[in-house]
């Protein structure tokens, strides 16, 4: 079992490029998540997507859309890159978003914009 | 903002039990406590969680007062692969969780 799954794992982009950010998990879960976490602190959430067909913003939204493809697969743009959105991005699932799930992290994607 | 409030580091030498507490004292009735851990910069890996009942699995147990106030994550037999940003954390009105900087514990040979 892969569990979550990021591509890329490394990203230098120049400010203003856009990019896709892709995750996907293969434990049939129905909820996804997207985090930044900037060095030293915790967790911040971007975007998630409660079961397939459904998004919503999280704490920090601005500057970023998202995408549930399908049960599997969450991604994240960034439209115009910003250097404030250099970040290790993390994505996320868990079997439904109730207060007893746990959730499950990819390994994450090291994004620098310059 | 986070509901949980935990110490920046932590010592504990290898073999020992690690108490790693945490306050939540805004903490609401059918809220649970969460525990996350993360180790170098790789992604956060679930520990445990519990509501009001003291919970025990294969990893670590958690202890919660009885008022619900404060909780702590014991590590029974801590080795130099348990060194990691511990997590303390209560989800929030809109069933996510609020991430604070966590406690950086390391073990000591």
């Known amino acids: 079992n892969a569990g979550v799954t990021q591509t890329p794992k490394f990203q230098v982009l120049k400010t203003g490029q856009s990019m896709t950010l892709q995750c996907a998990q293969d434990?049939?879960?129905?909820?996804m998540y997207w985090y930044r976490q900037d060095p030293g602190m915790g967790l911040r959430l971007i975007y998630y997507s409660a079961s397939e067909g459904t998004t919503d913003k999280g704490e920090v939204p601005n500057g970023y859309n998202v995408s549930r493809l399908n049960k599997r697969e969450f991604s994240l743009r960034l439209e115009s890159a910003a250097p404030s959105q250099t970040s290790v991005y993390f994505c996320?699932?868990?079997?439904?978003?109730?207060?007893?799930?746990?959730?499950?992290f990819g390994s994450g994607t090291r994004l620098t914009v310059v | 903002d986070a509901k949980t409030t935990q110490p920046p580091s932590m010592d504990c030498a290898e073999g020992r039990a690690a108490n790693l507490p945490c306050n939540h004292s805004t903490i609401s009735g059918n809220e649970y406590v969460y525990w996350y851990r993360q180790i170098h910069s790789q992604g956060p890996q679930y520990i445990i969680h519990?509501?009001?009942?003291?919970e025990t699995n294969e990893m670590a147990s958690l202890i919660i007062t009885e008022d619900r106030k404060s909780s702590t994550l014991i590590l029974p037999h801590a080795t130099l692969r348990d060194t990691a940003v511990y997590y303390c954390i209560v989800r929030d009105s809109n069933y996510q969780l609020i991430w604070g900087a966590g406690t950086k514990l390391i073990i000591k040979p």
């Open positions: 996320a699932s868990s079997e439904g978003t109730g207060r007893y799930y746990g959730y499950t």
């Open positions: 434990m049939n879960h129905n909820s």
């Open positions: 519990g509501l009001k009942n003291n």
